[in-house]
C-alpha cells in the first residue's frame, strides 16, 4: 500500500512560481510511475506531468511543457512539480497518483492517490 501526500498549493498571481510536494509512504518499486494531474469543478481529471522512478524518465501534457518541471528525490521518496509562468488557466486542484507500471496519461491507470492541493493562479 502507498499512501500519497500533496502539499505546496496556494494562490499566486500570473506569471510566478509554486512547487508543489508529493510525500509517498509505504514502498515504492523500481517499476512505479509517479505523476501529477489536475481537475477542475465538473471536468475530468487531466494528466500533467509523470516520471518514472526508476530512471527518472519525464513526460508532459503539451500545455505545461517549458513551465513545468517534474523531478523525484528517491532518497526522500518525494516527487515535486515546479511550476514556473502560472497562468490563470493553471488553477485547479493538483493530485499526485503513483503507478505499477509504465507511464500513462490515463488517470484510471493509476493505482494510489493523494487528495489533492489547491493552486490558484489570479491575473
Known amino acids: 500500500q502507498v499512501q500519497l501526500v500533496e502539499s505546496g498549493g496556494g494562490l499566486v498571481q500570473a506569471g510566478g512560481s509554486l512547487r508543489l510536494s508529493c510525500a509517498a509512504s509505504?514502498?515504492?518499486?523500481?517499476?512505479?510511475?509517479m505523476g501529477w494531474f489536475r481537475q477542475t469543478p465538473g471536468k475530468e481529471r487531466l494528466f500533467v506531468a509523470a516520471?518514472?522512478?526508476?530512471?527518472?524518465?519525464?513526460y508532459y501534457a503539451d500545455s505545461v511543457k517549458g513551465r513545468f518541471t517534474i523531478y523525484r528525490d528517491t532518497t526522500k521518496k518525494t516527487v515535486y512539480l515546479q511550476m514556473n509562468t502560472l497562468k490563470p488557466e493553471d488553477t485547479a486542484t493538483y493530485y499526485c497518483?503513483?503507478?505499477?507500471?509504465?507511464?500513462?496519461?490515463?488517470?484510471?491507470?493509476?493505482?494510489?492517490w493523494g487528495r489533492g492541493t489547491q493552486v490558484t493562479v489570479s491575473s
Open positions: 497518483a503513483a503507478r505499477r507500471g509504465d507511464w500513462s496519461d490515463r488517470p484510471v491507470l493509476y493505482n494510489y
Open positions: 516520471v518514472v522512478w526508476s530512471d527518472g524518465k519525464l
Open positions: 509505504g514502498r515504492i518499486f523500481s517499476t512505479y510511475t
